[in-house]
């Protein structure tokens, strides 16, 4: 770890594929037209690819995926399609790579490839699925005190789980896993006309392009993976280490409010800021401000450390916390709408067999607790998957290191959502595949315009001139981060509220 930490490179040379440019595909099937209403923009083109629901039988029932298209702003330049996804799982895409070069992707890379977005399948507007489920429905558990409180979680957990197997989409649910997400890429890429595709993905995505990679590694351009999760994908071990990342991330936020404490109050130390927190979580547990109880406020806490630029959010909901008011707004969270809910839940539950004993949870809750005292005691408890009423239907993709070497891992240090540990587990999986930009920030999400200047200059030399680290590379801290447009704001603020869990 301390090696990849610690080295800066005095150069960096190109490494990475052996794809020449084109000007167009060779055989395209798509028939491109008018995006849905909640999604339609000008210059933004949407299309349906049939896909197999189940890929062991692939002449049997079929489901659509939707996908849409920026098209290359210059086909003389023009190197392929470059395929996004916005983490999740269950976040819809199709509006993503719009969002993206709202925020400021430079033209050169806008000319190099059609930029093009999906919803999963299950999401949306591809054979959306549901478990009937209370839209306002939290899925991350309560922060459990006490082994009663797990046995609660338990209860809990259970009722979701039968009522998604009770719901109209209960047969279609065991096939949205991120193999056959992976899988339907591979069709969209051959419905495109192109023999390989390059990827950029954020959170989950990450994941997601790992899988892809492992399964189709020749058909891989260049891969970007943006704040990186570890190679087992949204398993137990990924959810707890939730909590590690907020106790990773949260100085940064303690410092902040410190230097703050005139306008804020929130402690004229970041010790003073920490205990703070403990002060409000406690204080919610007992008696709760509206929605907002100690559970709502760790997560809430968690989420609003994404980016830095939340950080004044944060603080006025402290605020209102501390002067027993409710807060005027929560954030908004990832699976707010039906689909997203049943497709994150079955991508994390069907990806992985989850513990089912209950005194696995206790143990790990009273572990994490002491580890992790901010979230752990939440992040460790019982979620729907320990009572999923259908198993795996596959083995979980092993990220392999056979294959091109074209894969630029990018992660920032203190990230509260994808810990620097899983980016590090992966980085060894890919082995000499992949290299690994680490970033000294914090926050979620490294190649987006208005973050670090090194990181993402890092994702578009490599994505726009195919040159890559011949090693991994170490970014150091920059003082300020990019001002932002309300347009810009507002894409930003888009793409965050849907990479929160809860």
């Not at 000007?23 to 491109?32: D, E, G, I, L, Y």
């Not at 806008?110 to 949306?124: C, N, T």
């Not at 949204?234 to 939730?242: C, E, L, M, P, S």
């Not at 239907?393 to 990018?410: C, I, K, M, R």
Request: aromatic share 8%; hydrophobic share 40%; proline share 7%.
């Amino acid at each position: 770890m301390g090696k990849q930490l610690l080295a800066v490179l005095a150069a960096a040379a190109l490494a990475a594929t052996s794809v020449p440019a084109h000007a167009s595909p060779a055989k395209s099937t798509v028939n491109w037209g008018a995006c849905p209403a909640d999604v339609a923009s000008p210059g933004l083109q949407c299309a349906a690819v049939e896909v197999p629901l189940d890929y062991r039988n692939p002449d049997g029932k079929k489901i659509s995926v939707e996908i849409s298209r920026l098209p290359s702003t210059d086909p003389a330049k023009r190197r392929g399609v470059l395929l996004f996804n916005a983490g999740g799982p269950g976040n819809p895409g199709l509006a993503f790579p719009l969002q993206l070069t709202q925020l400021g992707l430079p033209a050169s890379l806008l000319a190099e490839y059609d930029l093009i977005g999906f919803d999963p399948r299950g999401v949306d507007h591809s054979n959306p699925v549901t478990c009937d489920l209370d839209p306002q429905l939290s899925i991350g558990p309560k922060y459990a005190h006490n082994a009663a409180e797990v046995s609660e979680a338990a209860a809990h957990a259970k009722q979701v789980a039968q009522q998604c197997a009770a719901s109209g989409s209960a047969a279609v649910l065991p096939y949205i896993t991120t193999a056959n997400t992976a899988r339907d890429m591979d069709q969209i890429r051959a419905a495109l006309g192109e023999s390989k595709i390059s990827y950029f993905g954020l959170s989950y995505g990450t994941y997601l392009g790992g899988v892809y990679a492992s399964l189709f590694p020749e058909r891989t351009d260049r891969v970007v993976l943006d704040s990186i999760l570890r190679p087992g994908g949204y398993d137990i071990t990924a959810a707890r280490r939730f909590a590690q990342g907020l106790q990773d991330r949260f100085p940064d936020f303690a410092k902040w409010a410190a230097a703050r404490n005139s306008s804020y109050g929130l402690g004229s130390t970041p010790a003073e800021v920490t205990a703070t927190f403990f002060k409000l979580a406690g204080k919610l547990d007992q008696h709760p401000i509206g929605t907002l109880d100690g559970s709502a406020f760790r997560y809430v806490t968690h989420g609003l450390t994404y980016q830095t630029t939340a950080f004044p959010r944060l603080a006025q909901l402290w605020q209102s916390a501390l002067a027993d008011q409710a807060p005027d707004s929560l954030p908004s969270t990832a699976g707010s709408e039906q689909s997203e809910i049943a497709t994150m839940l079955s991508v994390i539950c069907g990806d992985n067999a989850w513990p089912r004993q209950i005194s696995t949870y206790r143990r790990n809750v009273a572990h994490d607790r002491v580890t992790y005292p901010m979230l752990g005691g939440a992040t460790a408890n019982v979620w729907p998957c320990a009572a999923w009423p259908y198993q795996p239907l596959e083995p979980a993709v092993q990220f392999s290191d056979q294959g091109p070497s074209n894969l630029l891992l990018v992660q920032n240090m203190r990230d509260p959502a994808t810990p620097l540990s899983g980016a590090l587990d992966t980085r060894e999986a890919f082995g000499d595949r992949a290299r690994m930009v680490t970033v000294d920030q914090g926050g979620h999400g490294v190649g987006l315009p208005y973050l670090n200047s090194c990181g993402f200059n890092a994702v578009i030399d490599y994505l726009v001139n195919g040159i890559r680290p011949a090693t991994d590379k170490f970014c150091g801290a920059e003082a300020t981060v990019k001002s932002l447009t309300p347009q810009q704001q507002q894409a930003a603020d888009k793409i965050m509220d849907r990479l929160r869990q809860y």
